[in-house]
């Protein structure tokens, strides 16, 4: 199977909840499952979850969960089949949860009507439907001129971009959501709609109450994260460029430079970033995608990401192994042409606690590419080691060696990472030796290659990394 250094992420749904889909999905090259809470109910989560565990005991997979909060998500509710909104046409807003037409339509959010005034934007599905609130009784119903129509689909999101929201950014349903991944010790959780870093700081706090492994995947899709976002990525462990909302909330012009700003400030402070939504969503219902989604998809390994993440493609839609081959083509044809890198250099400079980690690191994976070395190996025990010689994207492999299963599935997120489990901590001479082997058994390098050996001395204490070495494999 062949080994792409950009992983994928893919949605669980209806079309691939299945084991045998789930073992399709792996061999054609998913990295990390995402289970959705916006659409999973807590049982089909924690099958999906024994599901992945499963499968990664049976053979040996390394395979990372997403749990994605649902957020201050706003959303009309059930709606009859058939709706469709045209130009000029009133539709109400209210609270009562009732099947909604074209004329009223249930609001999920009890302080709508409260939060919005007259003259406001309302966009709904991705921006598809665009109406303007015309009236609002300021308690439980709000009416709205629709400005461009089209179908009303149920239970679509609703974004409000000249609204201030009152709501925080963990609902009552993202704590009992969050109850079912912290539970579970899911490698990742993903904080939607991220206003503040305060709203970061308040998910990893409660994580760390619970003495969780879990890492904080922030998904940038609200303007006033842009405007904090160096707060906001020093603060969590890796950033996701939520287009779709984003491209809504923003003007849809603005959106790729921001995504490339975000790119290129994960780099330089050594964050892992994902770039999501709407990437090959054509093949929902298409055998292909267009040449379009191939551009876009090529462009973010290009620039770098450490993921690029599907959503209805493989949780609802028609073709959902076949797109996961798309994708692994295209990833695979474009780190094979060697130009992706970094926009600029990110050498440590203050020298804090990390600071010789992160040298030695940085060094690491200078000097791999210069001496054309197969691979740089390491041990980890946080995943420390692995997060930062990938945010310098070496060339070559990236081997990292873990005792703790959890460290080794979360860095199956991280660009150019291959994990390995391996707990036979007896000497320096001794560990690399083994490790070699197994660079060597699993085809990361041969007889006579260069490696860069990176560890703490002495190895057994597993302290701050401190030693780095070049060295031939016989």
């Known amino acids: 199977m062949h080994f792409n250094k950009t992983k994928i992420i893919a949605t669980l749904g209806p079309a691939t909840s299945s084991t045998e889909m789930l073992l399709k999905l792996i061999a054609a090259g998913v990295n990390v499952f995402r289970i959705n809470f916006s659409h999973s109910s807590h049982e089909n989560a924690e099958e ?43 539709l109400s807003f209210s609270n009562v949860d009732e099947i909604g037409t074209s004329k009223k339509v249930f609001m999920t959010y009890s302080r ?90 308040q ?67 050594g964050r892992p970033v994902v770039i999501a939504t709407q990437m090959m969503e054509s093949m929902i219902d298409s055998m292909t995608p267009t040449r379009a989604e191939v551009s876009d998809v090529a462009n973010s390994v290009l620039d770098g990401a450490d993921a690029v993440m599907l959503s209805g493609e493989t949780s609802v839609g028609k073709f959902p192994v076949d797109v996961i081959e798309a994708m692994s083509k295209i990833i695979q044809h474009v780190e094979a042409s060697g130009q992706v890198a970094t926009k600029k250099e990110n050498p440590p400079t203050i020298r804090g606690k990390r600071f010789i980690t992160d040298s030695i690191c940085y060094n690491a994976s200078k000097i791999a590419d210069q001496v054309g070395a197969s691979a740089i190996l390491t041990m980890t025990f946080s995943g420390y080691t692995g997060f930062k010689i990938s945010s310098h994207r070496p060339k070559t492999n990236i081997v990292v060696l873990t005792a703790n299963r959890s460290i080794l ?29 197994i660079a060597v058994n699993n085809g990361l390098a041969s007889s006579g290659d260069l490696i860069v050996k990176v560890a703490s001395m002495p190895i057994e204490e597993s302290g701050t990394t401190n030693m780095l070495k070049i060295s031939q494999i016989d």
């Not at 997403?66 to 089949?81: F, I, N, T």
């Not at 599905?125 to 689909?153: F, R, Y």
């Not at 790729?256 to 400030?265: A, D, E, F, G």
Request: proline share 3%; net charge negative; aromatic share 4%.
């Open 48 to 90: 999906l979850i024994t599901k992945i565990r499963d499968i990664n005991k049976e053979h040996g997979f390394n395979i990372a969960i997403l749990a994605d909060l649902q957020g201050p998500k706003l959303r009309v509710g059930v709606v009859e089949e058939g709706a469709v909104l045209e130009k000029g046409d009133v």
């Open 112 to 201: 709508f009507a409260a939060d919005v005034t007259v003259g406001e934007r309302i966009l709904i599905d991705d921006g598809k439907l665009l109406l303007e609130v015309t009236e609002s009784n300021g308690t439980d119903l709000v009416k709205a001129q629709v400005i461009h129509g089209g179908p009303l689909k149920s239970k679509k999101g609703v974004n409000l971009p000249n609204t201030k929201i009152s709501l925080p950014c963990l609902t009552e349903k993202d704590l009992a959501d969050l109850e079912v991944a912290l539970k579970h010790e899911v490698e990742w959780i993903g904080l939607s709609f991220v206003r503040s870093v305060k709203d970061v700081r």
């Open 203 to 269: 998910l990893k706090q409660i994580i760390a109450s619970r003495k969780a492994p879990c890492k904080v995947i922030s998904k940038i899709e609200k303007p006033e994260a842009v405007v904090e976002i160096q707060q906001i990525i020093e603060e969590t462990d890796a950033i996701m460029v939520a287009r779709g909302d984003l491209g809504v909330e923003v003007p849809m012009q603005s959106v790729p430079l921001i995504q490339k700003m975000i790119v290129n400030k994960c780099h330089e402070m």
């Open 409 to 437: 599935n979360m860095l199956s997120l991280i660009w150019g990472v291959r994990g390995f489990y391996y707990d036979n901590m007896e000497s320096t001479d001794n560990t690399f030796k083994e490790i070699k082997q």
